[in-house]
């Protein structure tokens, strides 16, 4: 016990050295460490400068590794999206591509030649309490996070334990530890502070809708938890999981009843503390009763948070596509219901529960100019009564990306419509570097119940597009060189690449023509 009381404090003092204070935290141009980028889920990787406007056309399939192969028609995500890390080997610095599979293995990948360089499997003998589906189809689903500073990549396994492994060689360095419950549906972890978060949604295998968070620095590694719901209801199931700010982390909720009185928080943005997950603040929409009875989750998607002039802003939305701007330290006011500003819903005029919508993640960025852009992914076509675009390029039955100033009117923040992408079906959050925005048209299926083979025969093919982060024009198009589709994922930018992982169990790594 002293010795690994020992071993926890020296991984503490590591990370601690390197830890920026600032709440919202990036990597170097050529990694990207944990879902969205940054603590914040930014999606915005500030320090890469490789790829441009000038070149990104240039772009061109540079590998395609085979790491999992789908066995089952009801895993819609086989692989998790991709993390890059810069990692020192005998033979000299290597960047290695990091993906969590589906069937409890994790893999690292050279990033220059798409070989794998090592990888790593956690068979799970225990029995699921139901049979799988697709909405719970009890595999791993989780985006590991990586712990540069300890040359750790922290990931967990459908047996409930979170396991750390050695970047170099995948060696285990920590003893696996029991964390979130057997087949949880959880999503990506956050680093903060040497402690790892996860979300919990959609009661798989019985696990209640919670908020989790390991403290490694702990020699005991206890695990707090905060129920948001009860049993299912009320889950944080956005794409990226947590999100840091400036009063803790932030999460989003689900359908659910909302009472404060009975700890019930559904359809609502939650604050909490670091570590102990006390809630510090709430906001609820007050039409949290309608997106209820229409099966609007909120927590379709998760917060995005980002300083806008005095404020630090808090944009929210879901399925609705409304888009709420919030003050991330008084995030509902003084009855818990009052945001800084409104928008009109700019899609999902039918107000459909599904293949409609917001799904996932928004991100956000700032240009030369220092204007604060906000990007939505949507489902479906845009809605007819919203204010029009500056630019919209082409009509978009399937899906766009949606491109939004936040400007200042009078004493408050307000949102300007700029652009909209080309048609795009099922597009997945978008992420930013150097001006450019990078989206991925998932070719998903998306229409739910039925059987699971049809939900798992595309529509069409996974396709990667860059756009003017300025207009949202068409940059380039991987066209037909991904033939399969994704689930509940994202592009990843660094190191003068885009990487991207499908359903075939591949990723796919584009980068400059030479």
């Given amino acids: 016990m002293k010795n690994r009381a020992l071993y926890f404090a020296a991984i503490f003092i590591l990370v601690a050295g390197c830890y920026s204070p600032a709440w919202s935290q990036s990597g170097a141009g050529s990694e990207w460490t944990t879902w969205g980028y940054d603590q914040a889920r930014s999606g915005w990787n500030k320090a890469e400068t490789t790829l441009s406007k000038d070149n990104v056309s240039k772009l061109e399939l540079k590998w395609a590794a085979q790491l999992?192969?789908?066995?089952?028609y009801v895993v819609l995500s086989t692989l998790t999206a991709p993390l890059v890390v810069n990692v020192a080997t005998p033979q000299g610095g290597r960047t290695y591509v990091i993906v969590a599979g589906s069937n409890d293995s994790i893999y690292a990948i050279n990033a220059d030649t798409g070989k794998i360089s090592?990888?790593?499997?956690?068979?799970?003998?225990?029995?699921?309490?139901?049979?799988?589906?697709?909405?719970?189809?009890?595999?791993?689903?989780?985006?590991?996070?990586?712990?540069?500073?300890?040359?750790?990549?922290?990931?967990?396994?459908?047996?409930?334990?979170?396991?750390?492994?050695?970047?170099?060689?995948?060696?285990e360095r920590i003893p696996a530890t029991g964390y979130i419950p057997e087949f949880a549906r959880n999503w990506s972890f956050n680093l903060i502070d040497n402690v790892i978060y996860t979300s919990l949604g959609r009661g798989c295998n019985g696990a209640t809708a919670q908020i989790d968070a390991i403290d490694l620095s702990d020699p005991n590694r206890r695990v707090a938890t905060f129920y948001t719901g009860q049993a299912r209801i009320a889950g944080a199931w956005g794409r990226g999981g947590v999100v840091r700010g400036p009063k803790g982390i932030y999460a989003q909720t689900a359908d659910g009843a909302y009472d404060p009185a009975a700890s019930k928080f559904g359809e609502s943005v939650l604050a909490f503390s670091l570590k102990d997950l006390r809630l510090q603040d709430s906001y609820t929409p007050a039409d949290w009763q309608l997106l209820n009875a229409k099966d609007l989750d909120l927590g379709s998607a998760g917060p995005l948070i980002f300083p806008f002039q005095k404020w630090t802003l808090v944009a929210s939305s879901g399925k609705q596509t409304l888009i709420h701007l919030l003050d991330a330290d008084n995030l509902g006011g003084a009855d818990h219901h009052t945001s800084l500003y409104d928008s009109p819903r700019?899609?999902?005029?039918?107000?459909?529960?599904?293949?409609?919508?917001?799904?996932?993640?928004?991100?956000?960025?700032?240009?030369?100019?220092?204007?604060?852009?906000?990007?939505?992914?949507?489902?479906?076509?845009?809605?007819?009564?919203?204010?029009?675009?500056?630019?919209?390029?082409?009509?978009?039955?399937?899906?766009?990306?949606m491109a939004f100033q936040?400007?200042?009117?009078?004493?408050?923040?307000?949102?300007?419509p700029v652009w909209r992408s080309r048609d795009m079906h099922v597009p997945d959050p978008p992420v930013v570097a150097n001006?450019?925005?990078?989206?991925?048209?998932?070719?998903?299926?998306?229409v739910q119940g039925g059987a699971p083979k049809v939900r798992s025969t595309p529509?069409?093919?996974?396709?990667?597009?860059?756009?003017?982060g300025a207009t949202g024009k068409e940059l380039y198009s991987s066209k037909n060189a991904i033939p399969s589709w994704t689930h509940f994922s994202?592009?990843?930018?660094?190191?003068?690449?885009?990487?991207?992982?499908?359903?075939?169990?591949?990723?796919?790594?584009?980068g400059l023509k030479k």
Wanted: charged letters at 20%; a negative charge.
């Fill in 68 to 72: 999992n192969t789908p066995s089952d």
């Fill in 118 to 171: 090592w990888q790593r499997s956690f068979p799970n003998g225990l029995t699921p309490k139901k049979a799988a589906d697709t909405m719970c189809s009890n595999t791993q689903n989780a985006t590991p996070v990586i712990d540069k500073a300890a040359g750790i990549v922290y990931f967990n396994t459908t047996d409930g334990k979170l396991r750390g492994l050695s970047l170099l060689d995948g060696e």
């Fill in 346 to 401: 700019w899609a999902n005029d039918e107000m459909k529960p599904s293949t409609r919508g917001l799904w996932g993640a928004m991100a956000t960025w700032e240009d030369a100019q220092n204007n604060r852009w906000i990007l939505m992914p949507v489902w479906g076509p845009p809605s007819k009564d919203a204010p029009a675009f500056k630019f919209t390029n082409g009509e978009a039955p399937e899906g766009s990306v």
């Fill in 406 to 416: 936040v400007v200042l009117d009078g004493d408050k923040p307000s949102l300007i």
């Fill in 435 to 446: 001006g450019v925005v990078y989206a991925l048209q998932t070719g998903e299926n998306t």
């Fill in 459 to 468: 529509i069409t093919n996974a396709t990667l597009y860059a756009f003017d």
């Fill in 490 to 510: 994202e592009p990843v930018v660094a190191g003068g690449k885009v990487f991207v992982s499908c359903w075939d169990g591949k990723v796919y790594a584009f």
